[in-house]
């Protein structure tokens, strides 16, 4: 009796059997990695500062002023633009808190990552089950998913606020699409389209999710582009990918009048930062011995690429010798070369590539970078990235072991080994097997000899896992020290005493917030600067004139670096703006500085802020620690024109004019930069420096 197929229904059922034996292992392993990455997550539970930072603009959209971070001010400061209006949607679903929807919210999707992009991989080995030989028993074990979840800052960032848990979502379910692409063929079903027209609409999200995203989704496009697609269906890969993005990337322009969110021009992306970036990636491998599970999984993959191919060559070895026809074989003419490279484009290998390419990019995009301030951070979605092939690893005991390990004789090798006639419960006996070959023998042998040492690896990364899950940096949440990078979460907690700060009001218990908000609602009818001192219970305070002039009004502007915290702790009609510029266009239009902190790198005199405020410039009014002259200078600096148009783009009324104006100025503007020094300003603009007012 034979399957439909025309293999014999016992090898069939068999079959069916392994495949049971790797799904159960797949499940169980992907039900204990997720369960304890959610028990780990949920135990070190927070929201950030600058998860905050996100939530402030959706207060501002839930009031009616628009996507800003300021009302009356048209300025991006998050940089993930899909997690600030995924969250604004789940809160206008649940109506709930906003702290408490952003928690959940990046708890799921960071949970829920681990599991889809397991299922990818296993995908991805799917057509490996029964190993070399395709008669073995294959445990699909979590590999790749154990070292992320045992990396302590992958579990702080599973929740935070901030987009870390979106990105790694996302990942995955593109890795997910990705692999099934691959696995069809090309087809040209109209399941089959529709499939590769929602894998390019997914590639197509990535600069919305995070812009840097962009090298993997961009790579993915590519891929999908140049395979075998007809030029319609290629069409609409481009315009289904490109519609959203797009579409956003124009009101981007229009409505903010920059082509990146500000934070990105904020941190600013030119020149190269080497040395602090091998600071960074020395600080995330070194306390959690980060390179022993790195090495393991690199050998782990030349593993599966060298049984890859060891089955490959067994599968397609030819049962008969050639004959030769006596024909000659026409030359490979290059319409036909270009169609192979096509089709190859459409395969597990060329999947695989792309993946880890775009991972180790993103490595190196970020070393260059600097790295961040925040120990780990945005190194973690490159690490899941780059894991993704190997998130589980199959391991694939030979079913005949017995019989391929036994020495026999030639006469043996050609014999017929007969198992004993067992009768299953269809009452169909399982059909006699016969003996392996000389060359399954071979690969039974050397597939033995892959199992032990995967298994091997995999005990390896598992006591790795425990045995470093709960390391911490050394002097974590005390001393930010000289690379500038910190354990931010440990930093919160131990400056505040809370184990798991959630919501803005947990945040009053930091340095100054409390002594903030009593100092707002002192200045909430006179309006006024409020700037930080060096005492953390007092703020100053630049006063706005007597008298104001024409059409202005009396505002209250806090200027202070932590602008999540403060930002959530301040009303709406309170002007929060910080030196970095995050949420502050002249801030963030200065040069990054040569030696500073990274991520921290851009800081703006107050001076500026008192003289774009409209505060009172002069002694005894103007808080004793700030430059008379500095602020006069920084009065004439803001006259510079081309500083004037930036205030317009996002400070006038929005209107079509206004956004064609945006429109055309947004590739300037990205690139605009202002010197931090009001005297240096003013003689790049080519003003008249002011006299002092305190002449020496």
């Known amino acids: 009796m034979q399957s439909i197929d025309g293999s014999p229904t016992g090898f069939r059922a068999l079959n069916t059997g392994r495949n049971k034996v790797a799904a159960v292992s797949f499940v169980v392993g992907a039900v204990v990695v997720s369960t304890f990455f959610a028990i780990g997550a949920w135990q070190r539970r927070w929201i950030a500062d600058d998860g905050l930072i996100v939530l402030r603009t959706l207060r501002n959209l839930f009031a009616g002023n628009g996507p800003v971070f300021n009302a009356g001010e048209r300025v991006e400061a998050n940089t993930s633009t899909a997690w600030t209006y995924l969250l604004w949607f789940w809160a206008w679903i649940t109506d709930g808190q906003l702290e408490y929807v952003a928690l959940w919210v990046a708890l799921v999707c ?21 190993g070399l030989t395709g008669d073995g028993w294959t445990l699909l074990l979590p590999f790749g998913a154990v070292i992320y979840i045992a990396i302590p800052p992958a579990r702080d960032f599973a929740t935070s606020g901030l987009e870390n848990g979106l990105c790694i979502f996302w990942a995955a379910v593109l890795w997910c699409q990705l692999v099934a692409w691959a696995r069809r063929g090309p087809h040209t079903s109209r399941g089959s389209a529709v499939a590769t027209l929602v894998l390019a609409f997914t590639a197509g999200l990535a600069p919305l999710v995070r812009p840097e995203l962009a090298v993997l989704g961009g790579l993915v496009l590519l ?38 969110p500000n934070p990105a021009v904020a941190k600013d992306a030119s020149g190269a930062k080497w040395d602090q970036g091998f600071a960074y990636l020395t600080n995330l491998f070194g306390p959690y011995v980060l390179v022993l599970p790195v090495v393991l999984a690199a050998v782990a993959g030349a593993l599966l690429i060298v049984g890859g191919r060891m089955r490959a060559a067994g599968v397609n070895a030819p049962d008969t010798a050639p004959t030769d026809t006596g024909d000659a074989t026409p030359a490979p003419t290059w319409s036909s070369r270009l169609a192979g490279w096509s089709r190859r484009l459409q395969s597990s290998t060329s999947v695989v590539t792309v993946v880890v390419l775009a991972g180790l990019v993103l490595i190196v995009y970020w070393m260059r970078q600097g790295g961040d301030f925040m120990h780990g ?17 199959p391991v694939t005991i030979p079913a005949h072991l017995g019989v391929v390990l036994r020495r026999r004789s ?52 598992v006591v790795w896992a425990v045995a470093t899950h709960a390391n911490v940096l050394p002097n974590a949440g005390i001393d930010i020290g000289r690379s500038g990078i910190v354990d931010e979460r440990r930093f919160y907690v131990t400056n505040m005493g809370n184990e798991n700060p959630v919501t803005a009001e947990d945040y009053l218990d930091y340095p100054r917030m409390g002594a903030m908000v009593e100092k707002i609602d002192e200045y909430r009818e006179d309006g006024g600067v409020i700037l930080p001192s060096f005492n953390y219970d007092e703020w100053y305070v630049a006063q706005l004139p007597a008298v104001m002039p024409k059409g202005a009004e009396r505002q209250v502007t806090v200027y202070f670096l932590n602008l999540g915290m403060t930002s959530m702790n ?17 801030a963030a239009h200065t040069e990054r500085l040569e030696d500073g902190r990274i991520g921290h790198d851009k800081i ?31 009065q004439v600096a803001l006259q510079c024109p081309e500083t004037k148009d930036r205030f317009a783009s996002f400070e006038a009324p929005w209107s079509f004019d206004r956004f064609k104006h945006n429109l055309r100025q947004a590739f300037t503007f990205n690139s605009y930069r202002i010197q931090r020094e009001p005297e240096y300003e003013i003689a790049r603009c080519g003003l008249e420096l002011p006299p002092p007012v305190n002449p020496r």
């Open 110 to 130: 960071s949970v829920a990552a681990i599991p889809i992009a397991m299922y990818g991989s296993a995908r991805l080995f799917g057509t490996r089950v029964g």
């Open 223 to 260: 891929l999908v582009f140049f395979a075998p697609l007809g030029w319609k269906m290629r069409l609409g890969v481009v315009v289904v990918a490109g519609a959203l993005p797009v579409g956003y990337q124009i009101f981007r322009m229009g409505y903010y009048a920059l082509l990146v």
């Open 377 to 393: 951070r945005v190194l973690l979605v490159p690490v899941f990235v780059t894991l993704l092939p190997l998130m589980v690893v």
């Open 410 to 461: 030639s006469k043996e090798s050609d014999s017929v080994i007969t198992d004993p006639v067992d009768d299953d419960p269809a009452g169909d006996p399982e059909p006699a097997a016969a003996a392996p070959a000389p060359g399954d023998r071979r690969r039974a042998r050397a597939q033995l000899v892959g199992a032990v040492a995967m298994a091997g690896m995999w005990i390896t990364v």
């Open 570 to 586: 301040a009303p709406l009609d309170v002007r929060v703006i910080d030196q970095m510029g995050l949420a502050y266009p002249l």
């Open 604 to 634: 703006l005199p107050s001076e500026w802020v008192v003289a774009e405020a409209g505060a009172f410039p002069r002694r005894p009014v103007l808080p004793g620690y700030l430059d008379e002259d500095l602020v006069r200078q920084a």
